[in-house]
Nanobody, 127 residues
Framework: QVRLVESGGGLVQAGDSLRVSCAAS????????VGWFRQAPGKERDFVAG????????NYADSVKGRFTVSRDNAKNTIYLQMNSLTPEDTAVYYC????????????????????WGQGTQVTVSS
């Protein structure tokens, strides 16, 4: 059974950095493309960042380019999202997501791409 568990969320101030993690279990993590989505209060869930099976290809939402970095450690079955220069607009529940049976360079960017979701971790940025 595919299981994704996020951690590392919290309350930070504008300009701070934070790293959230997602531990995967129940499947061969190295064969899955993974990514991060977020949902702010009263808004739809949006794509944030994604990384391919091979780890060679990444993609970012325009709003986080240059500030966020997605990475994966296949030996630890973990995906990370390093978030720098946080702003109140980054406040949201952050969800880890995974998809399988994709080409090696595929990066999930839409909810329709996703086969499994984590439960989410809250990130709150105060001004």
């Amino acid at each position: 059974q595919v299981r994704l568990v996020e951690s590392g969320g919290g309350l930070v101030q504008a300009g701070d950095s934070l790293r959230v993690s997602c531990a995967a279990s129940g499947f061969r993590f190295g064969l899955y493309a993974v990514g991060w989505f977020r949902q702010a209060p009263g808004k739809e869930r949006d794509f944030v960042a994604g990384i391919s099976v091979s780890g060679d290809t990444t993609n970012y939402a325009d709003s986080v380019k240059g500030r966020f970095t997605v990475s994966r450690d296949n030996a630890k079955n973990t995906i990370y999202l390093q978030m720098n220069s946080l702003t109140p607009e980054d406040t949201a529940v952050y969800y880890c997501a995974a998809t399988w049976n994709r080409p090696a360079s595929f990066v999930p960017t839409e909810e329709a791409d996703i086969g499994a979701w984590g439960q989410g971790t809250q990130v709150t940025v105060s001004s």
